[in-house]
Protein backbone atom coordinates (compact mmCIF):
# COMPACT_ATOMS: atom_id res chain seq x y z
CA UNK A 1 0.00 0.00 0.00
CA UNK A 2 3.56 2.04 0.56
CA UNK A 3 3.86 2.52 -3.26
CA UNK A 4 0.22 3.06 -3.81
CA UNK A 5 -0.47 6.10 -1.67
CA UNK A 6 3.44 7.14 -3.01
CA UNK A 7 2.17 7.37 -6.79
CA UNK A 8 -1.27 8.24 -5.87
CA UNK A 9 0.13 11.92 -4.25
CA UNK A 10 2.56 12.29 -6.95
CA UNK A 11 -0.59 12.14 -9.33
CA UNK A 12 -2.69 14.54 -7.51
CA UNK A 13 0.33 16.89 -7.20
CA UNK A 14 0.69 16.37 -11.17
CA UNK A 15 -3.45 17.18 -11.52
CA UNK A 16 -3.06 20.17 -9.37
CA UNK A 17 -0.16 21.59 -10.71
CA UNK A 18 -1.05 21.36 -14.42
CA UNK A 19 -4.76 23.22 -15.13
CA UNK A 20 -6.55 19.40 -15.38
CA UNK A 21 -7.85 19.97 -11.95
CA UNK A 22 -9.08 23.71 -12.06
CA UNK A 23 -10.74 23.21 -15.43
CA UNK A 24 -12.05 19.81 -14.92
CA UNK A 25 -13.74 20.83 -11.41
CA UNK A 26 -14.92 24.22 -12.76
CA UNK A 27 -16.98 22.86 -15.59
CA UNK A 28 -18.38 19.90 -13.43
CA UNK A 29 -19.02 22.24 -10.78
CA UNK A 30 -20.68 25.12 -13.16
CA UNK A 31 -22.67 22.38 -14.82
CA UNK A 32 -23.88 21.62 -11.53
CA UNK A 33 -24.32 24.88 -10.17
CA UNK A 34 -26.90 25.57 -13.13
CA UNK A 35 -28.65 22.80 -12.71
CA UNK A 36 -28.88 23.59 -9.50
CA UNK A 37 -30.54 27.22 -10.07
CA UNK A 38 -32.27 25.79 -13.03
CA UNK A 39 -34.05 23.36 -10.72
CA UNK A 40 -34.23 24.86 -7.51
CA UNK A 41 -36.12 28.09 -8.80
CA UNK A 42 -38.32 26.07 -11.14
CA UNK A 43 -39.33 22.97 -9.21
CA UNK A 44 -38.75 24.52 -5.45
CA UNK A 45 -38.44 21.65 -3.95
CA UNK A 46 -35.36 20.89 -1.60
CA UNK A 47 -34.20 17.92 -3.25
CA UNK A 48 -31.14 16.94 -4.78
CA UNK A 49 -33.24 14.56 -6.91
CA UNK A 50 -33.55 16.58 -9.95
CA UNK A 51 -29.48 17.59 -10.24
CA UNK A 52 -28.28 14.21 -9.03
CA UNK A 53 -30.87 12.28 -11.05
CA UNK A 54 -30.72 14.28 -14.17
CA UNK A 55 -29.21 12.71 -17.64
CA UNK A 56 -27.49 16.01 -17.85
CA UNK A 57 -24.94 15.15 -15.06
CA UNK A 58 -24.49 11.68 -16.36
CA UNK A 59 -23.17 12.80 -19.27
CA UNK A 60 -21.07 15.09 -17.78
CA UNK A 61 -19.76 12.71 -15.21
CA UNK A 62 -18.48 10.17 -18.24
CA UNK A 63 -17.37 13.63 -20.02
CA UNK A 64 -16.02 13.71 -16.32
CA UNK A 65 -13.97 10.57 -15.82
CA UNK A 66 -12.75 10.61 -18.90
CA UNK A 67 -10.85 13.58 -19.22
CA UNK A 68 -9.12 13.20 -15.74
CA UNK A 69 -8.20 10.18 -16.36
CA UNK A 70 -7.13 9.70 -19.84
CA UNK A 71 -3.72 10.64 -19.44
CA UNK A 72 -3.24 8.57 -15.69
CA UNK A 73 -1.04 6.02 -17.76
CA UNK A 74 -1.03 6.96 -21.29
CA UNK A 75 1.28 9.84 -20.61
CA UNK A 76 3.37 7.34 -18.16
CA UNK A 77 3.93 4.89 -21.49
CA UNK A 78 3.95 7.98 -23.99
CA UNK A 79 7.15 9.82 -22.06
CA UNK A 80 8.65 6.64 -21.12
CA UNK A 81 8.50 7.17 -17.09
CA UNK A 82 6.70 3.71 -16.87
CA UNK A 83 9.87 2.88 -17.41
CA UNK A 84 11.50 4.50 -14.39
CA UNK A 85 8.75 3.55 -12.00
CA UNK A 86 8.34 0.17 -12.79
CA UNK A 87 11.82 -0.78 -13.32
CA UNK A 88 11.78 0.36 -9.49
CA UNK A 89 10.23 -2.53 -6.87
CA UNK A 90 6.57 -1.31 -7.58
CA UNK A 91 4.50 -3.72 -8.61
CA UNK A 92 2.07 -3.01 -11.90
CA UNK A 93 -1.47 -3.48 -9.73
CA UNK A 94 0.20 -1.07 -7.62
CA UNK A 95 1.09 2.19 -10.03
CA UNK A 96 -2.77 0.83 -11.72
CA UNK A 97 -4.59 1.33 -8.29
CA UNK A 98 -2.49 4.33 -7.04
CA UNK A 99 -2.84 5.79 -10.38
CA UNK A 100 -6.96 5.35 -9.77
CA UNK A 101 -6.77 6.23 -6.44
CA UNK A 102 -5.32 9.71 -7.43
CA UNK A 103 -8.51 10.61 -9.39
CA UNK A 104 -11.18 9.00 -7.52
CA UNK A 105 -9.37 11.58 -4.06
CA UNK A 106 -9.83 14.34 -6.96
CA UNK A 107 -13.24 13.75 -7.71
CA UNK A 108 -14.33 13.32 -4.23
CA UNK A 109 -12.82 16.79 -3.50
CA UNK A 110 -15.05 18.09 -6.13
CA UNK A 111 -17.70 16.37 -4.71
CA UNK A 112 -17.49 17.89 -1.15
CA UNK A 113 -16.62 21.45 -3.05
CA UNK A 114 -20.43 20.47 -4.28
CA UNK A 115 -21.61 19.81 -1.06
CA UNK A 116 -22.80 23.53 -1.05
CA UNK A 117 -25.79 22.75 -2.81
CA UNK A 118 -27.12 20.03 0.05
CA UNK A 119 -26.12 22.81 2.66
CA UNK A 120 -27.98 25.61 1.01
CA UNK A 121 -31.53 23.41 0.79
CA UNK A 122 -31.37 22.69 4.69
CA UNK A 123 -31.26 26.76 4.63
CA UNK A 124 -34.27 26.85 2.48
CA UNK A 125 -35.82 24.12 2.95
CA UNK A 126 -36.36 20.56 4.80
CA UNK A 127 -34.89 18.28 2.62
CA UNK A 128 -34.60 14.51 3.56
CA UNK A 129 -30.78 13.92 4.74
CA UNK A 130 -31.02 10.47 4.40
CA UNK A 131 -31.70 10.39 0.73
CA UNK A 132 -30.03 13.45 -0.11
CA UNK A 133 -26.76 11.14 1.48
CA UNK A 134 -27.67 8.25 -0.06
CA UNK A 135 -27.61 9.83 -3.42
CA UNK A 136 -24.29 10.92 -2.45
CA UNK A 137 -23.26 7.83 -2.17
CA UNK A 138 -24.69 6.65 -5.41
CA UNK A 139 -23.27 9.39 -7.42
CA UNK A 140 -19.83 8.95 -6.00
CA UNK A 141 -19.93 4.87 -6.85
CA UNK A 142 -21.03 5.67 -10.17
CA UNK A 143 -18.03 8.07 -10.36
CA UNK A 144 -15.86 5.42 -8.60
CA UNK A 145 -16.71 3.24 -11.51
CA UNK A 146 -16.44 5.29 -14.40
CA UNK A 147 -12.95 6.56 -13.58
CA UNK A 148 -11.87 2.91 -13.14
CA UNK A 149 -13.32 2.30 -16.79
CA UNK A 150 -11.51 5.47 -17.78
CA UNK A 151 -8.07 4.02 -15.78
CA UNK A 152 -8.53 1.18 -18.06
CA UNK A 153 -8.56 2.81 -21.15
CA UNK A 154 -5.82 4.66 -20.21
CA UNK A 155 -3.59 1.59 -20.42
CA UNK A 156 -4.36 0.63 -23.54
CA UNK A 157 -3.05 3.14 -25.85
CA UNK A 158 0.19 6.08 -25.23
CA UNK A 159 -2.40 8.47 -26.98
CA UNK A 160 -4.52 10.77 -24.38
CA UNK A 161 -7.50 11.46 -26.77
CA UNK A 162 -7.86 7.74 -28.05
CA UNK A 163 -8.05 6.36 -24.25
CA UNK A 164 -10.52 9.35 -23.64
CA UNK A 165 -12.68 8.79 -26.32
CA UNK A 166 -12.68 5.09 -25.81
CA UNK A 167 -13.98 5.39 -21.84
CA UNK A 168 -16.79 7.95 -23.21
CA UNK A 169 -17.56 5.30 -25.59
CA UNK A 170 -17.64 2.72 -23.02
CA UNK A 171 -19.63 4.85 -20.24
CA UNK A 172 -22.22 6.16 -23.06
CA UNK A 173 -22.43 2.12 -23.93
CA UNK A 174 -23.04 1.08 -20.41
CA UNK A 175 -25.69 3.75 -20.46
CA UNK A 176 -27.30 2.80 -23.30
CA UNK A 177 -27.31 -0.91 -22.73
CA UNK A 178 -30.41 -0.77 -20.50
CA UNK A 179 -32.77 1.23 -22.41
CA UNK A 180 -31.76 -1.76 -25.08
CA UNK A 181 -32.67 -3.93 -22.01
CA UNK A 182 -36.02 -2.53 -21.81
CA UNK A 183 -37.18 -3.32 -25.21
CA UNK A 184 -37.52 -6.86 -24.20
CA UNK A 185 -38.30 -7.03 -20.21
CA UNK A 186 -38.66 -10.42 -19.04
CA UNK A 187 -36.16 -11.93 -21.42
CA UNK A 188 -32.79 -13.28 -20.34
CA UNK A 189 -30.58 -11.02 -22.57
CA UNK A 190 -33.32 -8.09 -21.88
CA UNK A 191 -33.24 -8.41 -17.76
CA UNK A 192 -29.36 -8.86 -18.35
CA UNK A 193 -28.63 -5.70 -20.46
CA UNK A 194 -30.64 -4.09 -18.08
CA UNK A 195 -28.53 -5.42 -15.04
CA UNK A 196 -25.61 -4.48 -16.57
CA UNK A 197 -26.69 -0.88 -16.81
CA UNK A 198 -24.07 1.69 -15.40
CA UNK A 199 -27.10 3.97 -13.92
CA UNK A 200 -30.08 1.36 -13.41
CA UNK A 201 -28.02 0.52 -10.47
CA UNK A 202 -28.18 4.13 -9.22
CA UNK A 203 -31.91 5.21 -9.02
CA UNK A 204 -32.67 2.96 -5.45
CA UNK A 205 -29.74 5.00 -4.06
CA UNK A 206 -31.56 8.43 -4.93
CA UNK A 207 -34.68 7.12 -3.46
CA UNK A 208 -32.78 6.65 -0.60
CA UNK A 209 -32.52 3.01 -0.69
CA UNK A 210 -28.52 1.63 -0.09
CA UNK A 211 -29.11 -2.30 -1.89
CA UNK A 212 -25.82 -4.03 -1.76
CA UNK A 213 -26.47 -5.97 -4.73
CA UNK A 214 -25.80 -2.29 -6.08
CA UNK A 215 -22.99 -1.31 -4.28
CA UNK A 216 -21.60 -4.39 -5.30
CA UNK A 217 -22.16 -3.75 -8.50
CA UNK A 218 -20.44 -1.09 -8.94
CA UNK A 219 -17.63 -2.15 -6.63
CA UNK A 220 -17.01 -5.17 -9.27
CA UNK A 221 -17.11 -2.75 -12.15
CA UNK A 222 -14.05 -1.28 -10.10
CA UNK A 223 -12.21 -4.21 -9.57
CA UNK A 224 -12.46 -5.81 -12.90
CA UNK A 225 -11.40 -2.51 -14.63
CA UNK A 226 -8.42 -2.53 -12.45
CA UNK A 227 -7.58 -5.91 -12.79
CA UNK A 228 -8.00 -5.84 -16.53
CA UNK A 229 -5.70 -2.40 -16.51
CA UNK A 230 -2.91 -4.48 -14.58
CA UNK A 231 -3.04 -7.17 -17.25
CA UNK A 232 -2.57 -4.99 -20.17
CA UNK A 233 0.19 -3.67 -18.28
CA UNK A 234 1.43 -6.54 -17.84
CA UNK A 235 0.90 -8.10 -21.13
CA UNK A 236 2.78 -4.33 -22.92
CA UNK A 237 5.93 -6.30 -21.81
CA UNK A 238 5.68 -9.25 -23.65
CA UNK A 239 4.91 -7.44 -27.05
CA UNK B 1 27.01 -9.92 -10.32
CA UNK B 2 25.14 -10.60 -13.30
CA UNK B 3 25.19 -13.67 -15.34
CA UNK B 4 23.03 -13.77 -18.72
CA UNK B 5 22.75 -17.28 -20.41
CA UNK B 6 21.17 -17.13 -23.72
CA UNK B 7 19.24 -14.46 -23.52
CA UNK B 8 16.97 -13.68 -26.39
CA UNK B 9 13.97 -11.69 -27.60
CA UNK B 10 11.23 -11.23 -29.62
CA UNK B 11 9.30 -7.84 -30.42
CA UNK B 12 6.47 -9.91 -32.58
CA UNK B 13 8.28 -11.81 -35.05
CA UNK B 14 11.39 -9.34 -34.88
CA UNK B 15 14.51 -10.66 -33.05
CA UNK B 16 16.13 -7.85 -31.40
CA UNK B 17 18.42 -10.03 -28.91
CA UNK B 18 19.71 -13.71 -30.11
CA UNK B 19 20.97 -15.99 -27.56
CA UNK B 20 23.40 -13.65 -25.70
CA UNK B 21 25.70 -14.62 -22.93
CA UNK B 22 27.91 -13.16 -20.66
CA UNK B 23 28.94 -12.54 -17.18
CA UNK B 24 29.81 -9.20 -14.93
CA UNK B 25 31.71 -9.62 -11.77
CA UNK B 26 31.12 -7.67 -8.66
CA UNK B 27 32.69 -3.96 -9.42
CA UNK B 28 33.29 -4.17 -13.19
CA UNK B 29 32.34 -1.14 -15.22
CA UNK B 30 31.39 -3.37 -18.92
CA UNK B 31 30.38 -1.55 -21.68
CA UNK B 32 28.10 -2.53 -24.66
CA UNK B 33 29.09 -1.40 -27.59
CA UNK B 34 27.08 -1.51 -30.90
CA UNK B 35 25.68 0.40 -33.68
CA UNK B 36 22.35 2.02 -33.41
CA UNK B 37 19.56 -1.06 -33.30
CA UNK B 38 22.02 -3.68 -31.86
CA UNK B 39 19.84 -4.93 -29.34
CA UNK B 40 21.64 -2.69 -26.39
CA UNK B 41 18.58 -1.20 -24.81
CA UNK B 42 16.60 -4.72 -25.45
CA UNK B 43 19.41 -6.36 -23.27
CA UNK B 44 19.47 -3.95 -20.60
CA UNK B 45 15.77 -4.06 -20.20
CA UNK B 46 16.11 -7.41 -19.54
CA UNK B 47 18.79 -7.33 -16.54
CA UNK B 48 16.46 -4.84 -15.26
CA UNK B 49 13.49 -6.98 -15.39
CA UNK B 50 11.23 -4.18 -17.18
CA UNK B 51 11.02 -6.70 -20.22
CA UNK B 52 10.72 -10.44 -20.01
CA UNK B 53 13.29 -12.40 -22.06
CA UNK B 54 11.44 -14.62 -24.64
CA UNK B 55 14.15 -16.95 -23.76
CA UNK B 56 16.81 -18.14 -21.88
CA UNK B 57 17.77 -16.08 -17.84
CA UNK B 58 19.54 -13.44 -16.49
CA UNK B 59 20.56 -13.63 -13.17
CA UNK B 60 21.16 -10.52 -11.28
CA UNK B 61 23.04 -10.44 -7.75
CA UNK B 62 22.16 -14.32 -7.83
CA UNK B 63 17.97 -13.19 -8.19
CA UNK B 64 16.23 -14.20 -11.49
CA UNK B 65 15.26 -10.95 -13.52
CA UNK B 66 12.15 -12.81 -14.23
CA UNK B 67 10.71 -14.53 -11.42
CA UNK B 68 12.62 -12.61 -8.24
CA UNK B 69 12.57 -9.27 -10.57
CA UNK B 70 11.16 -7.08 -7.48
CA UNK B 71 14.69 -8.45 -5.91
CA UNK B 72 16.63 -7.34 -8.76
CA UNK B 73 15.05 -4.24 -9.21
CA UNK B 74 15.70 -3.00 -5.49
CA UNK B 75 19.25 -4.01 -6.41
CA UNK B 76 19.80 -2.40 -9.65
CA UNK B 77 19.88 1.63 -10.79
CA UNK B 78 18.61 2.31 -14.32
CA UNK B 79 19.03 5.01 -16.37
CA UNK B 80 16.92 4.56 -19.82
CA UNK B 81 18.30 6.35 -22.94
CA UNK B 82 15.80 8.67 -23.44
CA UNK B 83 15.91 9.57 -19.75
CA UNK B 84 11.82 10.05 -18.99
CA UNK B 85 11.43 13.07 -16.51
CA UNK B 86 8.17 14.22 -15.27
CA UNK B 87 8.54 17.95 -16.78
CA UNK B 88 5.95 19.32 -14.18
CA UNK B 89 7.84 18.47 -10.84
CA UNK B 90 10.95 19.09 -8.97
CA UNK B 91 14.07 18.07 -9.42
CA UNK B 92 13.97 17.78 -5.35
CA UNK B 93 10.53 16.51 -6.01
CA UNK B 94 11.12 13.97 -8.72
CA UNK B 95 14.24 12.95 -6.31
CA UNK B 96 11.94 12.78 -3.81
CA UNK B 97 8.88 10.47 -5.60
CA UNK B 98 12.07 8.31 -6.94
CA UNK B 99 13.26 7.62 -3.21
CA UNK B 100 9.81 7.24 -1.58
CA UNK B 101 9.08 3.91 -4.17
CA UNK B 102 12.83 2.94 -3.28
CA UNK B 103 11.24 3.10 0.25
CA UNK B 104 14.77 4.73 1.53
CA UNK B 105 14.67 5.36 5.08
CA UNK B 106 15.90 8.80 4.78
CA UNK B 107 14.66 10.40 2.06
CA UNK B 108 16.00 14.32 2.86
CA UNK B 109 19.37 12.72 3.01
CA UNK B 110 19.39 10.31 -0.22
CA UNK B 111 17.82 13.38 -2.00
CA UNK B 112 21.17 15.63 -0.70
CA UNK B 113 23.63 13.01 -1.74
CA UNK B 114 22.99 12.15 -5.30
CA UNK B 115 22.11 15.92 -5.44
CA UNK B 116 25.50 16.84 -4.43
CA UNK B 117 27.35 13.56 -6.24
CA UNK B 118 25.46 15.07 -9.46
CA UNK B 119 26.78 18.49 -9.26
CA UNK B 120 23.09 19.69 -9.45
CA UNK B 121 22.15 20.92 -5.85
CA UNK B 122 21.93 24.61 -7.49
CA UNK B 123 19.41 23.25 -9.46
CA UNK B 124 17.15 21.54 -6.78
CA UNK B 125 14.12 23.41 -6.87
CA UNK B 126 13.73 24.07 -10.88
CA UNK B 127 11.16 23.08 -13.07
CA UNK B 128 12.72 19.07 -14.87
CA UNK B 129 10.89 21.03 -17.83
CA UNK B 130 13.41 23.98 -17.60
CA UNK B 131 16.34 22.08 -17.65
CA UNK B 132 18.83 21.67 -20.71
CA UNK B 133 19.40 18.49 -21.97
CA UNK B 134 22.74 18.02 -19.42
CA UNK B 135 20.71 18.80 -16.30
CA UNK B 136 18.86 16.25 -17.20
CA UNK B 137 20.86 13.95 -17.91
CA UNK B 138 22.38 14.88 -14.65
CA UNK B 139 18.83 14.25 -12.68
CA UNK B 140 18.26 10.47 -14.29
CA UNK B 141 22.04 9.48 -13.16
CA UNK B 142 20.97 10.79 -9.45
CA UNK B 143 18.10 8.99 -9.38
CA UNK B 144 19.79 5.40 -10.97
CA UNK B 145 22.67 6.16 -7.31
CA UNK B 146 19.72 7.01 -5.22
CA UNK B 147 19.33 3.83 -3.27
CA UNK B 148 23.22 3.08 -3.64
CA UNK B 149 22.63 0.30 -6.18
CA UNK B 150 24.83 -2.86 -6.33
CA UNK B 151 24.17 -2.43 -10.08
CA UNK B 152 24.13 0.31 -12.33
CA UNK B 153 22.78 0.18 -15.88
CA UNK B 154 23.52 3.28 -17.77
CA UNK B 155 21.78 3.22 -21.37
CA UNK B 156 23.98 5.62 -23.30
CA UNK B 157 24.65 8.04 -20.56
CA UNK B 158 26.33 10.90 -22.23
CA UNK B 159 24.28 10.80 -25.46
CA UNK B 160 23.15 14.52 -26.16
CA UNK B 161 25.79 16.24 -24.32
CA UNK B 162 28.04 19.14 -25.00
CA UNK B 163 31.60 17.78 -24.58
CA UNK B 164 32.25 19.42 -21.20
CA UNK B 165 29.14 17.52 -20.12
CA UNK B 166 30.87 14.20 -21.43
CA UNK B 167 33.57 14.61 -19.52
CA UNK B 168 31.93 15.20 -16.47
CA UNK B 169 29.42 12.38 -16.49
CA UNK B 170 32.50 10.17 -17.29
CA UNK B 171 34.13 11.63 -14.50
CA UNK B 172 31.06 10.53 -12.77
CA UNK B 173 30.44 6.98 -13.88
CA UNK B 174 34.12 6.04 -12.93
CA UNK B 175 33.74 7.45 -9.49
CA UNK B 176 30.64 5.13 -9.27
CA UNK B 177 32.33 2.60 -10.80
CA UNK B 178 34.90 2.36 -7.92
CA UNK B 179 32.33 0.81 -5.47
CA UNK B 180 29.71 -0.32 -7.66
CA UNK B 181 29.35 -2.63 -11.22
CA UNK B 182 28.32 -0.64 -14.24
CA UNK B 183 27.02 -1.98 -17.35
CA UNK B 184 26.70 1.17 -19.61
CA UNK B 185 25.91 1.33 -23.20
CA UNK B 186 27.35 3.37 -25.85
CA UNK B 187 28.11 3.50 -30.04
CA UNK B 188 31.06 5.87 -29.25
CA UNK B 189 34.16 3.97 -29.18
CA UNK B 190 36.65 6.56 -26.95
CA UNK B 191 33.69 6.43 -24.37
CA UNK B 192 33.83 2.48 -23.90
CA UNK B 193 37.47 2.38 -24.12
CA UNK B 194 37.99 5.09 -21.32
CA UNK B 195 35.49 4.12 -18.91
CA UNK B 196 35.16 0.49 -18.99
CA UNK B 197 37.60 -2.59 -17.83
CA UNK B 198 35.55 -4.91 -20.26
CA UNK B 199 33.68 -4.50 -23.61
CA UNK B 200 31.24 -6.20 -25.38
CA UNK B 201 30.60 -5.26 -28.77
CA UNK B 202 27.04 -6.28 -30.08
CA UNK B 203 25.73 -6.53 -33.49
CA UNK B 204 22.27 -7.47 -34.90
CA UNK B 205 21.12 -8.76 -31.29
CA UNK B 206 24.48 -11.14 -31.08
CA UNK B 207 27.99 -10.32 -29.19
CA UNK B 208 30.82 -10.35 -31.72
CA UNK B 209 33.47 -9.92 -29.39
CA UNK B 210 34.40 -9.40 -25.56
CA UNK B 211 36.85 -7.99 -23.98
CA UNK B 212 39.23 -5.90 -22.29
CA UNK B 213 39.84 -2.66 -25.09
CA UNK B 214 43.32 -4.13 -25.16
CA UNK B 215 42.45 -7.51 -25.32
CA UNK B 216 39.96 -6.67 -27.93
CA UNK B 217 42.47 -4.92 -29.84
CA UNK B 218 45.29 -7.39 -29.65
CA UNK B 219 42.42 -10.68 -30.58
CA UNK B 220 41.28 -9.20 -33.26
CA UNK B 221 44.11 -8.36 -35.09
CA UNK B 222 44.20 -10.53 -37.90
CA UNK B 223 47.11 -8.13 -39.41
CA UNK B 224 49.17 -5.68 -38.69
CA UNK B 225 50.02 -2.35 -40.20
CA UNK B 226 52.83 0.08 -40.73
CA UNK B 227 52.55 3.77 -41.29
CA UNK B 228 55.24 4.38 -44.12
CA UNK B 229 56.28 8.43 -44.80
CA UNK B 230 58.21 9.13 -48.09
CA UNK B 231 59.35 12.14 -48.72
CA UNK B 232 58.49 13.31 -52.75
CA UNK B 233 57.20 9.95 -53.58
CA UNK B 234 55.50 9.81 -56.99
CA UNK B 235 52.55 8.90 -58.23
CA UNK B 236 54.38 5.30 -58.31
CA UNK B 237 54.70 5.02 -54.50
CA UNK B 238 51.69 2.56 -53.74
CA UNK B 239 52.76 0.16 -56.71
CA UNK B 240 56.44 -0.14 -55.43
CA UNK B 241 55.19 -0.95 -52.21
CA UNK B 242 52.27 -3.01 -52.81
CA UNK B 243 55.26 -5.03 -54.52
CA UNK B 244 57.17 -5.00 -51.21
CA UNK B 245 56.74 -9.57 -50.32
CA UNK B 246 54.40 -10.13 -47.92
CA UNK B 247 52.20 -6.74 -48.07
CA UNK B 248 48.73 -7.49 -48.40
CA UNK B 249 47.23 -3.81 -48.59
CA UNK B 250 48.38 -0.58 -49.31
CA UNK B 251 46.15 2.55 -48.37
CA UNK B 252 47.04 6.19 -48.96
CA UNK B 253 45.93 8.28 -46.08
CA UNK B 254 44.56 12.37 -45.97
CA UNK B 255 47.99 13.64 -45.82
CA UNK B 256 50.27 12.04 -47.90
CA UNK B 257 51.46 8.94 -45.99
CA UNK B 258 50.65 5.17 -46.68
CA UNK B 259 49.33 2.37 -44.66
CA UNK B 260 50.92 -0.88 -44.94
CA UNK B 261 48.99 -4.40 -43.71
CA UNK B 262 50.72 -7.49 -43.61
CA UNK B 263 50.12 -10.99 -41.67
CA UNK B 264 50.05 -10.59 -38.41
CA UNK B 265 53.35 -11.75 -37.05
CA UNK B 266 55.03 -11.03 -40.19
CA UNK B 267 56.92 -7.86 -39.55
CA UNK B 268 57.49 -6.08 -43.51
CA UNK B 269 59.10 -3.03 -42.16
CA UNK B 270 62.49 -3.87 -42.74
CA UNK B 271 61.40 -4.48 -46.59
CA UNK B 272 59.69 -1.76 -46.90
CA UNK B 273 62.31 0.41 -45.33
CA UNK B 274 64.59 -1.15 -48.17
CA UNK B 275 62.00 -0.55 -51.29
CA UNK B 276 62.09 2.94 -50.33
CA UNK B 277 65.73 3.18 -50.32
CA UNK B 278 66.29 1.44 -53.18
CA UNK B 279 63.63 3.76 -54.84
CA UNK B 280 66.14 6.55 -53.89
CA UNK B 281 63.73 8.09 -52.16
CA UNK B 282 63.63 9.95 -48.47
CA UNK B 283 61.89 7.84 -45.75
CA UNK B 284 60.57 10.27 -43.01
CA UNK B 285 58.65 8.05 -41.37
CA UNK B 286 57.92 4.25 -40.92
CA UNK B 287 55.87 2.86 -37.43
CA UNK B 288 53.99 0.17 -36.52
CA UNK B 289 50.52 0.37 -35.50
CA UNK B 290 47.68 -0.88 -33.99
CA UNK B 291 44.08 -1.50 -34.59
CA UNK B 292 42.20 0.88 -33.16
CA UNK B 293 38.99 -0.38 -31.44
CA UNK B 294 37.47 1.91 -33.55
CA UNK B 295 38.55 0.04 -36.49
CA UNK B 296 37.61 -3.47 -34.82
CA UNK B 297 33.72 -2.31 -33.87
CA UNK B 298 33.41 -1.00 -37.66
CA UNK B 299 35.03 -4.38 -38.88
CA UNK B 300 32.65 -6.40 -36.83
CA UNK B 301 29.61 -5.00 -37.52
CA UNK B 302 29.85 -3.35 -40.82
CA UNK B 303 28.33 -5.47 -43.55
CA UNK B 304 30.87 -4.90 -46.77
CA UNK B 305 34.15 -6.13 -45.05
CA UNK B 306 36.55 -5.69 -47.55
CA UNK B 307 37.75 -8.89 -49.00
CA UNK B 308 41.47 -8.49 -47.04
CA UNK B 309 39.49 -8.39 -44.03
CA UNK B 310 40.03 -4.63 -43.38
CA UNK B 311 37.69 -2.60 -42.56
CA UNK B 312 36.77 0.52 -45.47
CA UNK B 313 37.45 3.71 -44.40
CA UNK B 314 35.49 5.55 -42.23
CA UNK B 315 32.31 7.00 -43.96
CA UNK B 316 29.56 9.06 -42.30
CA UNK B 317 26.51 7.22 -40.99
CA UNK B 318 28.74 3.58 -41.73
CA UNK B 319 28.13 2.59 -37.77
CA UNK B 320 24.73 4.16 -37.72
CA UNK B 321 23.02 0.07 -39.34
CA UNK B 322 19.54 0.10 -38.22
CA UNK B 323 18.05 -3.04 -37.12
New interface residues.
Partial sequence: MHNVWTIARRELYAYFSSPIAYVTMAAFLGVMGLLFYLFLVFVQQATMDPILGSGWIFFVLILYAAVVTMRLLAEEQRSGTIELVLTAPVRDWEMVVGKYLSSLILFLIMLLISAYQPIILTRVGDPDIGAMLSSYLGFFLVGAALLAIGTLTSTFTRNQVVAAILSIAIGVGLWLVEFLGSRSPGTFTGDLLSQLGLFSHYFDFIDGIIDTQHVVYYLSLVAASLFVATRVLEARRWR | MIEAENLTRY??PTRAVHDISFHVDKGEVVGFLGPNGAGKTTTM?ML?????PSDGTARVADFDVFHDS?EV??R?G?M?E?V???P??TVW?YLD??A????LPDRKVAVERVLQACGIGDRADSMIAKLSKGYRQRVGLA?AILHEPEVLILDEPTIGLDPRQVTDVRALIQEIGREHTVILSSHVLPEVSQTCNRVLIINKGEIVAEGTPDELTSQLQGAERALVRIADAGPEAAGVLERVEGVIGVEATADGAFQISYAQGHDRRAELARAVVEQGWGLLELCNVGMSLEDIFLQLTTEEVDPKGFPKPLESGKGEQDA
Avoid: C, D, H
Fill in positions: YGRTGFLPLRRVYPTPLYEMAYMALRRQ
